[in-house]
């Protein structure tokens, strides 16, 4: 059974950092890009970042470069996001994913991605 458990979400100040963590089970995660969503009240599912298998690609979404980072480590099986500079814009639910058919690529479409573990709040404050 494969589980994406995601953690480190909660309240952060404008300016703040917080990292986010995406433990992962039941699969071979050497195989699976992964790749971070997000969802505000009353919005679509956005891409925020992604990390290649081999950790060598990774990218973006634009409001968050130069702020946001995405890590993997293969023998934790974990991937993380790290978010500074915090925007109250930032604020809404995490979510990891995992793509196996990316190849050594990120994708970007949330139909991508085969597996989803079940998000972390995070709110921003001004």
Aim: proline share 2%.
């Amino acid at each position: 059974q494969v589980q994406l458990r995601e953690s480190g979400g909660g309240l952060g100040q404008a300016g703040g950092s917080l990292r986010l963590s995406c433990a992962a089970s039941g699969l071979t995660f050497t195989s699976y890009a992964m790749g971070w969503f997000r969802q505000a009240p009353g919005k679509e599912r956005e891409f925020v970042a992604g990390i290649s298998r081999s950790g060598v690609v990774r990218d973006y979404l634009d409001p968050v470069k130069g702020r946001f980072t995405i890590s993997r480590d293969n023998a934790q099986n974990t991937v993380y996001l790290q978010m500074s500079s915090l925007k109250p814009e930032d604020t809404a639910v995490y979510y990891c994913a995992a793509d196996r058919q990316a190849g050594n690529v990120v994708r970007d479409r949330w139909n991508q991605y085969e597996y989803w573990g079940q998000g972390t709040q995070v709110t921003v404050s001004s």
